[in-house]
């Protein structure tokens, strides 16, 4: 039966993703509620099959957006990006029965827009980039999962700011990576750059190693992902992604190449009127094995799929299978791709996560996607084995 069990958990994963508000029409950076939209939900997804199977439910308040997510153990940590009282959530979750409950909030800076967690030792941290009051915040993690009030918050500094874009008027962290060395990586799409913090687990500290600005100007760099000693940022503003070499020693990065993630040529009407382009890059996702990056363009609402080796180059891009797509994992033990795209097949319709086999070659096949009933814009959607 314990072995029956185990290769049951090896067949499928649990996908936990945030569905929720739309925009303020009156402030685009701001979110309100979407009637019967903002939910926490978790779904197991069957290896074989490809297919999602929805396991639990669990309505947030009104006016939150469950923008960032991720799953450690049996708990999972949320970021809401509600405007007046933005906090972090932690969910308990049942991984027999994809259960979750709300167990404890914390408060903390205006936007949390992503998190990470790691643990070194017998210290667990959980980092949050905070978009709204330009700061990075690390918070102590009991092994009951519960979070403590920030042990580190560091505002980044508004001096020197780039200002050649209207999104670049301040400081914007926008993502958190930590790498097993220890190092958190720190994308600020308003500042150009990425702040490189060495973490102190024990003390629950951050201190600023260096910080590097890219070469191309108003890039807008979102989010970091790394593997060994190469890292890349994907840049929402320009739509490119930044090869590095990582001294995996000291944490400080070398700029080693740039790519586009849209086809040569390719331009179209902004999807909405907040967007300053035709489209914004969004996610990333690095396969250190098969040298490859991914990423998602909202707007031209695809995926891009870049080589690594000799150089990064664009090799090609496939339909999302959806509008305006944010997120992108990949299922480990299986060769699948998830992506969370906030709508279907139109602006005004209810989102979707789409499935994508990915051959030999890289190139992702579609396989299906998940819907959703209500007027669900899909945020974010991550996964875990079980």
């Excluded at 940590?77 to 007046?84: N, P």
Aim: aromatic share 6%.
């Amino acid at each position: 039966q314990d072995c029956k069990m185990a290769a049951q958990a090896e067949d499928r994963s649990i996908v936990v993703i945030g569905t929720g508000a739309d925009r303020d029409p009156d402030d685009p950076h701001k979110w309100v509620a979407a009637a019967g939209s903002n939910a926490l939900h978790s779904y197991f997804l069957d290896h074989k099959t490809a297919t999602l199977s929805l396991a639990s439910k669990v309505s947030v308040a009104a006016g939150t957006n469950p923008m960032a997510i991720v799953i450690h153990g049996d708990v999972v940590f949320t970021g809401d990006m509600d405007s007046k009282e933005p906090k972090i959530n932690t969910f308990s979750l049942d991984r027999a029965t994809g259960a979750l409950e709300l167990v404890s909030t914390v408060e903390g800076g205006d936007g949390p827009c992503h998190l990470a967690v790691a643990t070194s030792g017998e210290h667990t941290v959980l980092f949050v980039a905070h978009y709204n009051s330009g700061s990075v915040a690390a918070h102590a993690v009991g092994k009951d999962g519960a979070v403590a009030k920030a042990g580190a918050v560091v505002m980044h500094s508004k001096d020197g700011m780039p200002r050649k874009h209207p999104r670049q008027e301040a400081s914007h962290p926008h993502g958190v990576t930590v790498t097993p060395e220890g190092f958190l990586y720190v994308p600020d799409l308003g500042r150009n750059a990425i702040s490189v913090y060495k973490v102190d687990f024990a003390g629950v500290g951050l201190e600023l190693v260096t910080e590097c600005a890219l070469s191309q100007e108003s890039a807008g760099p979102r989010h970091f992902a790394a593997s060994g000693a190469k890292g890349f940022v994907i840049c929402e503003l320009d739509n490119t992604v930044v090869a590095f070499d990582i001294d995996t020693a000291t944490g400080r990065l070398t700029e080693t190449g740039v790519a586009s993630t849209l086809p040569e040529g390719w331009t179209a009407p902004p999807p909405f009127e907040f967007y300053h382009a035709p489209s914004h890059a969004a996610g990333i996702l690095y396969d250190a094995a098969a040298g490859r990056v991914y990423a998602t363009n909202r707007g031209h609402d695809s995926i891009a799929v870049l080589s690594v080796n000799p150089e990064l180059k664009l090799i090609g891009t496939v339909p999302s299978e959806g509008r305006l797509p944010w997120t992108i994992g990949k299922v480990a033990g299986a060769d699948l791709l998830l992506v969370s795209n906030q709508f279907n097949s139109a602006l005004a319709d209810p989102g979707n996560v789409a499935l994508f086999s990915v051959a030999g070659d890289g190139l992702p096949t579609f396989v299906g996607t998940r819907g959703f009933a209500t007027l669900s814009k899909v945020m974010c959607a991550t996964v875990a084995p079980l």
